[in-house]
């Protein structure tokens, strides 16, 4: 089956510190990577599409400033959270899309900002 | 019109139960339809999706069934076990250069022993 790996799975940081997380698609080749924001026992916030190559595109409200988006090469995309203050803590997922369009998400990754 | 919404947002069975989650839609434009199942602190994992061109699709023990006239689409879990106990997330795209899933609002699902 296809795998998305996530990198840290949690991480803690200082609040005006940038946090960087890894998405990896181990198993097939991803133009199209997403990312997504879960708060507790809420359903997952698209925040911007990952296109290999060329600029994200950000849901509106998403600051792009703040949330980093690179998509380097065709199973990575990685998104950096800059400046974190503690109301960025959240589950961030990332999903890669398959050659046949289906969506594969990684295992998320908790940030706690202190 | 974008909006996905599920309904229950809980649901408790015993084991062996048929746990029924039901999702409806507006956005006519949607044709990819699939459900994800989410354990605490994981991510989602695509359970299984349909097309708008079927009206059922079985994998083991999980069936979905689409009505496309009435724009809603269903999870039945036949022969629910313990480990089923989840968080499950009905969701739906359509082809606009990418395909960005909408997801609905998630059920909890629990069964007893």
């Known amino acids: 089956g296809a795998v998305v790996s996530q990198h840290p799975s949690w991480v803690i940081c200082k609040s005006g510190t940038s946090v960087k997380i890894e998405c990896r698609s181990l198993?097939?080749?991803?133009?199209?990577m997403f990312w997504y924001r879960q708060f507790p026992k809420q359903s997952l916030m698209l925040m911007a599409t990952?296109?290999?190559?060329?600029?994200?595109?950000?849901e509106q409200g998403v600051e792009k400033d703040k949330f980093l988006i690179n998509h380097a090469s065709l199973t990575l995309s990685t998104l950096t959270v800059t400046s974190a203050h503690p109301e960025d803590s959240s589950f961030y997922i990332c999903?890669?899309?398959?050659?046949?369009?289906?969506?594969?998400f990684g295992p998320g990754t908790r940030l706690t900002v202190t | 019109q974008q909006q996905v919404k599920q309904s229950p947002q809980s649901l408790i069975v015993q084991k062996g139960g048929i746990p029924i989650i039901n999702c409806a839609y507006e956005?006519?434009?949607?044709?990819?339809f699939p459900w994800y199942q989410q354990f605490p602190g994981k991510g989602p994992a695509l359970l299984i999706a349909?097309?708008?061109?079927?009206s059922e699709k079985k994998e083991g023990r999980f069936t979905i069934s689409f009505n496309k006239s009435a724009k809603q689409f269903s999870l039945h879990i036949m022969d629910s076990q313990p480990g089923d106990s989840a968080t499950y997330f009905c969701?739906?795209?359509?082809?606009?250069?990418?395909?960005?899933?909408?997801f609905g609002s998630g059920t909890r699902l629990q069964v007893q022993p």
């Open positions: 999903s890669a899309q398959s050659p046949g369009n289906e969506q594969y």
């Open positions: 198993d097939f080749q991803a133009t199209t």
């Open positions: 990952s296109n290999e190559g060329s600029k994200a595109t950000y």
């Open positions: 956005n006519t434009a949607f044709d990819y």
């Open positions: 349909i097309r708008p061109d079927v």
């Open positions: 969701a739906a795209s359509w082809d606009t250069g990418r395909r960005a899933l909408t």
